[in-house]
């Protein structure tokens, strides 16, 4: 039972859980305040104001979500896995091939109805968010432009958390920032495949994409006049750790050393706790602690369950 249950949760990539969380509280947040004028709060706020039970299934159901389309990901790449990567829990033979997709549906499932039911999320953008997640698994090895998908589904999920408690608006800000993560996603796997297929381009334009949050930060500082002294720490330090991020895995990958691509990719995975930190710290400040909090535990994560 123990064996099965590392190896569930190798499939789940649950080192990247932390990134779904900070995901869901910058989603629901920056949409709950930026439509109430959140600017005229006090820094302390935070997850008091939210429903204990709604955010607590917020939580859950996208951790659940997220699992099952990792495991779905797994189970569509059985084949291809089998002959580059048969060390991975379906081609060692330590889970089936059956199990994994009725573990993967389960959980996709099980964290659907959870999101719907319990945290009260629009049943729209919970589908939306499903069919791009199964479209992801399909196609990321059939079509070149898989990218666009992996990047719509981090947009979908903040876009998701946004309407908890059966919210109808979603404000100016809280698309800005979610596209804002979506362009960073989609460079984490432009820089990746143009390291290993040796192409320029995509590995310059993504290294634009990688410190986009940091420097949308910055232009926030210089045209946001009205944050206070609080906010504009949280705002550099934030911006600050993202820019580190993304310079110490491009240092990483371009290293060539032996694993060095993988753990440059998933130091990356980890600078979206980053990100969402630096979003929040504009709106939200109570949340920028736990979400570079969820920076560590990501890393801490990742050095005993693969993220990639």
């Known amino acids: 039972m123990g064996n099965f249950l590392k190896q569930a949760l190798t499939l789940a990539r649950v080192s990247n859980l932390p990134t779904v969380w900070t995901n869901c509280l910058a989603g629901w947040g920056i949409n709950a305040v930026a439509l109430g004028h959140a600017l005229a709060m006090p820094p302390s706020i935070g997850l008091q104001n939210a429903e204990p039970f709604s955010l607590l299934a917020l939580l859950l159901g996208a951790s659940l979500v997220y699992a099952g389309g990792c495991t779905l990901n797994d189970?569509?790449?059985?084949?291809?896995?089998?002959?580059?990567?048969?060390?991975?829990?379906?081609?060692?033979?330590?889970?089936?091939?059956?199990?994994?997709?009725?573990?993967?549906?389960?959980?996709?499932?099980?964290?659907?109805?959870?999101?719907?039911?319990?945290?009260?999320?629009?049943?729209?953008?919970?589908?939306?968010?499903?069919?791009?997640?199964?479209?992801?698994?399909?196609?990321?090895?059939r079509w070149a432009g898989s990218f666009l998908i992996m990047g719509s589904c981090r947009v979908l999920l903040w876009l998701t958390a946004a309407t908890v408690g059966?919210?109808?608006?979603?404000?100016?800000?809280?698309?800005?920032?979610?596209?804002?993560?979506?362009?960073?996603?989609?460079?984490?796997?432009?820089?990746?495949?143009?390291?290993?297929?040796?192409?320029?381009?995509?590995?310059?334009?993504?290294?634009?994409?990688?410190?986009?949050?940091?420097?949308?930060?910055?232009?926030?500082?210089?045209?946001?006049?009205?944050?206070?002294?609080?906010?504009?720490?949280?705002?550099?330090?934030?911006?600050?750790?993202?820019?580190?991020?993304?310079?110490?895995?491009?240092?990483?990958?371009?290293?060539?050393?032996?694993g060095s691509l993988g753990k440059g990719v998933s130091l990356l995975l980890s600078g979206i706790c980053a990100t969402d930190a630096v979003a929040v710290a504009f709106y939200l400040p109570g949340l920028t602690g736990p979400c570079l909090l969820c920076v560590c535990l990501a890393q801490s994560l990742q050095k005993k369950f693969a993220a990639t």
């Open 75 to 141: 189970a569509f790449d059985e084949g291809f896995d089998r002959k580059y990567n048969p060390e991975r829990p379906i081609p060692s033979r330590k889970v089936t091939s059956a199990t994994a997709w009725i573990l993967g549906m389960s959980e996709l499932a099980a964290g659907s109805a959870l999101l719907f039911l319990g945290a009260g999320c629009s049943a729209l953008w919970i589908t939306l968010l499903v069919c791009a997640i199964l479209a992801y698994d399909f196609l990321h090895k």
């Open 166 to 258: 059966e919210a109808e608006d979603l404000a100016p800000q809280t698309l800005a920032w979610a596209l804002c993560l979506g362009a960073y996603v989609v460079g984490i796997t432009l820089f990746a495949r143009g390291e290993s297929k040796k192409r320029e381009a995509p590995r310059n334009f993504s290294i634009i994409l990688l410190f986009f949050p940091p420097l949308l930060a910055l232009a926030g500082l210089t045209y946001w006049h009205q944050l206070d002294p609080t906010r504009q720490a949280l705002v550099n330090l934030s911006g600050l750790l993202a820019a580190w991020i993304a310079y110490r895995s491009i240092l990483h990958i371009k290293s060539k050393e032996n």
